[in-house]
């Protein structure tokens, strides 16, 4: 069987977080292994998906050592290369044949040696050995710049300054940066730990609990004092619901440059491109404290003035990225006196970003709230990194210190001075929560029994205070920082986390009070279809009930749920049908050459009437493409049609104890069965029309089964279970050809001979149908198989003979046979 490669659609809001080791530790207050701290990062629920180590140049530089060439002669046997003795601080010089042109005696060079493992920048690594080049000997090699990975040059030989020492170790001369990188899984309540001061916090009251007191190394300055107020910016925010707080200040005179080595290196770990010192401060910033900042060039904020306020609806805005969007007038925006300068919380704008020229910004941080930046960022594809920590709601307490230390760092950076006070407008200050919980509602919850103490210790080191501590429940005061932190429940998570996941109490018995179960026949319904299917060689499913409105009609969409904030433009409403991405499925697949399919999945769909009234249905759908079998030198391949998924259908039905199954034309439309569960209709089998088919790219034929799951179940229900035993005396076997008119169909057929009610019959099984000229215009034959039983004796001829005359009036009366003799 070929491998199935299902398509699974993220879930968006599950996100990662990339965090440096040394960066972390520079907030810790003592030194953690990186392993060890991998398991402290687990054990506290932020799970660690990958730890790896990350070298700026790759290899490190290992076995590249200083070398002074002392000598270099024409190489006696070809024109384009010299032979170099090289000292590398041996008591022996090393003979290194080298082909740059640019090479001589007195340079300072990088030399990799015998047994060392170059990385260059493009093409597969290199393990030096001893050479022989047209015959002398070449005992390593001098490097070029992309040859050991400190640059992108080839043009020669790397020349190192004077200062360089022979036999110096490489690594010590170009002091390549290392670390070590952690891949957090982040749940999407953890808006916390989307920063590494957030990550080393947790840490931190890990040891608390664990070993002893601890307390995060903060970065923030102590004492902040402005250099001048030669360039005040006046602020306003009209919109005071979608911006509760803004702070922000301005540094003239800067030089906007490249980022220092550290910076750069710091960004380039986690995954972030340096831009320039400016922008390179903003973003980390970002991933050191999570609150997003923004700067402005002062010279496109006309008037001295900054507006928070949400434009007319169509207005125009090029982004950074310097495309042109048109605004509703539910975003808002952060504007000059004139015109809109940045998408707040999302992206900037094009006029007011910072250049090379920018001498003077006035530098942003503000909170925004989170529902306005989420709808924004929808509306208009901006999926950034400032949108996704706003709106999950960042630390509303933290706006004025994080932008007073991103102040002082760019200063650091950049030179300049702050010229303005901190504009601080914070109108209606918000009020912290408050959430009690019950000491017996947190053994309840976590299975564990909790001292009081500990639980405080754990609350105080994540930040929580304390406000009023009863016998058996405690009130505590939630920190800004915290914002999913709203119910008793949240407060048990936290104490759980910091406590370590890994120490909850399991027992050694459970003790459960049986119940009767209205799901369980329901449920192992299930479980017996899907394992009858995959003993047949199908594969089950799982696909994402969220899918794209373009799939349907119009008249499809008027009852079906849209989504109001969908995660994506592609995924916008729930599906009224399973068939779109079941198609999707097996497009990926076909994409992949997996070209023969057999597919099912247990899911749902979903309706609305318009009024405020939704509907889910179960369903169970069947897919089925390519060749039914492989082909083999005693068998044809046979591919998947209609016929194929009817019996599938049947024995589905079948197997889930319904004897009586029919199917028939849905209206004039061939390619459609209903298939009928006695009276009822219990779902279709199609071949999916070649229209659908082709808008996901599929050119062969798809047959789909498509049941309602719960009228199948319905259906089981009113069935009662018989048990018989098997019959102890032989079956008989009569054959049957009859000629009808080419339209007349075995369940026409089958449904005249259930009418006849022959009791003995067991089985019919039709197997030839052969059409022919010489049958007559409009006919077709048709052979059938009955098997007759009796469970009381062995019948005779006679016995046969008259059920088949029976069956034979019988179809000759209401279907025209002609018999065959």
Known sequence: MPLIILTFTPRKEQSNMTISYNWLSEYLPRTIEPEALSKILTAIGLEVESLEAYESIKGGLKGVVIGEVLTCEQHPNADKLKVTTVNVGAEVPLQVVCGAANVAAGQKVAVATVGTTIFPVTGDPLTMKVAKIRGVESHGMICAEDEIGVGTSHDGIMVLPDTAIPGQPAADFFSPYSDWIYEIGLTPNRMDAMSHLGVAKDVCAYLTHHEQETKAVLPFAQHFVADNNSLPIKVKVENQQACPRFTGLTISGITVQESPA???????????????????????????????????????????????????????????????RKLSSEDLMVCNSTEGMCIAGVFGGIKSGVSNTTKNIFLESAWFHPVSVRKTSLRHGLRTEAATRFEKGVDISNCAEVLKRAALLIKEVAGGQISSEVTDLYPQPQPRKEVSVKYHYIKKLSGKNYHPENVKRILKALGFEVAKEDIDELTVVVPYSKPDISIPADIVEEIIRIDGLDNIDIPTSITISPAVEQLGMKEALKDKIAGYLVGLGFVEILTNSITNSKYFSEDVLSGTVKMINNLSAELDVLRPSMLETGLETIAYNLNRKNQHLQLFEFGKTYA??????????????????????????????????????????????????????????????????????????????????????????????????????????????????????????????????????????????????????????????????????????????????????????????????????????????????????
């Open 608 to 821: 609305t009437s318009g009024a405020g009234e939704y509907t889910e249905a179960e369903r169970l759908c069947i897919y089925l493409t390519g060749q039914a079998h492989e082909t083999g030198w005693r068998e044809k391949p046979g591919s998947f049609d209609i016929y194929y998924g009817k019996g599938i259908a049947k024995a589905v039905v079948q197997l889930s104890g319904i004897a009586t199954v029919a199917f028939e034309p849905s209206g004039t439309d061939t390619n459609v069965l209903n298939i009928f569960a006695g009276k009822q209709i219990i779902g279709t089998v199609a071949e999916v029309d070649k229209k659908n088919a082709a808008a996901f790219d599929i050119r062969q034929t798809v047959v789909f089964i498509d049941i309602d799951y719960a009228a199948l179940v319905k259906a089981v229900r009113k069935q009662k279970i018989v048990y018989q035993e098997v019959s102890k005396f032989p079956a008989m076997q009569r054959d049957l050809a009859m000629v009808v008119n080419t339209n007349t169909t075995y369940a026409a057929i089958e449904a005249v001979v259930q009418k006849l009610k022959i009791s003995r019959l067991q089985d019919m099984r039709l197997f030839d149908v052969f059409e022919s000229d010489k049958l007559g215009a409009g006919k077709k034959s048709m052979a059938i198989s009955f098997t007759f039983v009796d469970e009381e004796k062995t019948l005779t001829d006679k016995e046969a003979d008259s059920m088949m005359a029976k069956l034979i009036q019988g179809l000759e009366k209401e279907l025209g046979a002609e018999i065959r003799k």
């Open 262 to 324: 550290w910076l750069k290196n710091r960004l380039i770990a986690i995954g972030q491109r340096p831009i320039n010192n400016i922008v390179d401060i903003t973003n980390y910033i970002l991933h050191e404290t999570g609150q997003p900042l923004h700067a402005y060039d002062t010279a496109a904020i006309t008037n001295g003035e900054v507006v928070v306020k949400n434009m007319a609806e169509g207005s125009s805005f090029i982004t950074l990225d310097e495309k042109e």
